[in-house]
């Protein structure tokens, strides 16, 4: 992903441009690997947090440690290629949105190799959740690709909680909320193979990360605030 990511967007925008990689609970060397290409790309700097903070977590630190007018994020695993980023990048510069975000759903998306069945069905049921749930009108809101204006980020990021599957419909959720211009995209996806996921224990975390987010966001968040004070050493939560 680096060296697919490092020289496309320094040749296009020099020191304008910068990269930086939230490392936690790493036990794979990624800091060392990050490290390694430092001395060659002075845009590259990187986050360590020994704890598990998950993606939500992640994102965040790495949201308030951005300086640039336009702050995005994408998945480390290349499944983005960058010039589908830049393509994302452009579009929220030249019609001047709060958000530009990445779709494998919408007319044009090009996704190879094709999802197995039960991967699209297992996305299409959690989007449907999604639509019910929060009215949020996207068709891919799990796309790891997404570019935002640096204001409206920031108004949301004091609202955001950290959770591992809810995070990005937390996170546009709060957008609609505050009324910001978000606009979805088709996108170019390349599915890495080897994925570690399991879907049907995805699955089931992806649903209760949905149910705990909706209730957090109702007059019903004294629920979860009672589950964290008093229950959670009790019956823990899923992994974040």
Same mark, same amino acid.
């Given at each position: ?24 609970? =790493? ?6 690997? &990050? +490290? ?6 002075? %845009?590259?700097? #990187?986050? /360590? ?53 990445? =779709? ?6 090009? &996704? +190879? ?6 991967? %699209?069905?297992? #996305?299409? /049921? ?115």
């Amino acid at each position: 992903m680096l060296d697919a990511y490092l020289p496309f967007f320094a040749e296009r925008y020099g020191d304008d441009v910068e990269f930086i990689t939230v490392i936690n609970g =790493s036990t794979d060397a990624t800091e060392d690997v &990050v +490290s390694g290409y430092k001395s060659e790309h002075s %845009q590259l700097r #990187s986050i /360590i947090e020994p704890g598990r903070i998950g993606k939500g977590g992640a994102l965040i630190g790495g949201f308030e440690a951005a300086e640039g007018d336009l702050i995005g994020f994408v998945d480390a695993d290349g499944s983005t290629p960058p010039e589908a980023f830049q393509d994302l990048v452009e579009k929220a510069e030249t019609e001047k949105l709060d958000g530009a975000i990445a =779709s494998r759903w919408i007319k044009g998306s090009d &996704v +190879s190799p094709k999802q197995p069945f039960i991967r %699209q069905v297992t #996305s299409r /049921i959690f989007n449907i959740c999604i639509k019910m749930l929060f009215g949020l009108r996207f068709t891919d809101t799990q796309c790891g690709a997404k570019v935002f204006r640096r204001g409206p980020l920031m108004a949301v990021l004091p609202h955001l909680g950290i959770t591992r599957w809810a995070f990005d419909v937390d996170l546009l959720f709060q957008f609609r909320r505050c009324k910001a211009q978000v606009t979805e995209y088709p996108t170019t996806w390349r599915d890495v193979e080897g994925s570690k996921l399991a879907v049907t224990e995805a699955s089931v975390e992806m649903l209760l990360a949905l149910v705990r987010l909706r209730l957090v966001h109702s007059p019903f968040g004294w629920i979860v605030r009672f589950y964290d004070r008093y229950l959670l050493r009790i019956i823990p939560a899923p992994q974040p």
